[in-house]
């Protein structure tokens, strides 16, 4: 905990100071966000049942440690010497309709520097480097129908992302010459459309346990509405069960896989377990802290990907 606040405030810093540090900070088009599972899929909720007319804003924290990456068929393991700090800042706000119709939107961001590796293929680098950059608006519906059994309810979702106004640049050129690059293939300046399905289970262990089972297909348009330039495919298995009145046990796996047909580049990490907490101070207010990292393994498991270990703190306060 004292690290991730220690990273946020360097970011908050950083940030502060990026006019006086023009020559050290860039404004990328693609980072880190552009390669995890914030940057690639929807969030996914871990609220229970939301009373109609209240407004929930959430903030998460992402203290992202890369430890390698996987290129072809081999894993390369981050650089001896190298040093990475990244954090992710990911605001949502989520109107509930009713508690069975969902509005949400967000706008994720990130601050990074590196030194020995460039990011985000953790290829070796001699220089110093320092970003902040944002993942793109996005917005999205969600409705819970009917049960279809007892405690079963289907949710249906749709959603879009919108690119950001820096151009991609020319990464089909890049990629062709160093196939080794292909992490960083799709970029944050993507139109997304994307939808998606999902099972909400309650009463399994216990009357206020909570299993969710859900998976998401994405549309990466480049340029938007001109060309189908990517695709996404995830899931999502999402387990809470209540310790005491306030405190809950989450238990996550979830994993994506993104298919680039004009590089025919196969992007995946196809199993990220995950372990947390979730601690409700009352009925409008909750935090939430938990680990994840990706399976070790290679093709298929992970292709053209990052290997990290995340640390994610969040807040929830509905009013």
Excluded at 232 to 252: G, K
């Amino acid at each position: 905990m004292r690290r991730l606040l220690a990273i946020l405030l360097s970011t908050l810093s950083a940030t502060s100071t990026a006019a006086a540090a023009h020559g050290d900070t860039s404004y990328e088009p693609c980072l880190l966000l552009c390669a995890l599972p914030s940057g690639r899929t929807g969030p996914r909720s871990s609220e229970a049942e939301p009373e109609a007319g209240t407004v929930t804003a959430r903030l998460e924290l992402v203290s992202v440690e890369p430890q390698g990456h996987y290129e072809r068929d081999q894993y390369v393991p981050l650089a001896r010497g190298a040093e990475v700090t990244a954090v992710l800042l990911l605001p949502s706000l989520t109107y509930a309709v009713t508690p069975d119709w969902l509005m949400s939107g967000g706008w994720p961001w990130e601050y990074n520097q590196s030194t020995g590796v460039t990011l985000p293929t953790l290829h070796e680098d001699d220089g110093d480097h320092r970003a902040v950059a944002g993942g793109g608006v996005w917005i999205a519906t969600s409705h819970r129908f009917d049960q279809v059994a007892a405690g079963t309810s289907p949710w249906a979702g749709v959603g879009y992302r919108f690119g950001g106004p820096q151009g991609r640049g020319d990464v089909e050129g890049e990629i062709e010459a160093n196939p080794d690059a292909a992490i960083r293939a799709l970029g944050v300046d993507a139109d997304d459309l994307y939808g998606s399905l999902a099972l909400e289970l309650t009463g399994i262990s216990g009357d206020h346990s909570r299993l969710w089972i859900g998976g998401e297909f994405r549309l990466h348009m480049l340029p938007r509405w001109r060309r189908l330039f990517a695709t996404t495919s995830s899931y999502d298995l999402l387990f809470t069960q209540p310790m005491t009145e306030a405190l809950a046990a989450s238990f996550r796996l979830s994993g994506f896989q993104t298919y680039i047909p004009s590089l025919r580049v196969l992007q995946s990490s196809l199993g990220i377990p995950a372990v947390g907490v979730i601690y409700a101070l009352s009925p409008s207010r909750s935090f939430d802290l938990s680990t994840s990292t990706q399976l070790h393994g290679k093709r298929p498991m992970n292709q053209n990907s990052l290997r990290t270990i995340d640390l994610r703190f969040g807040t929830n306060i509905s009013f």
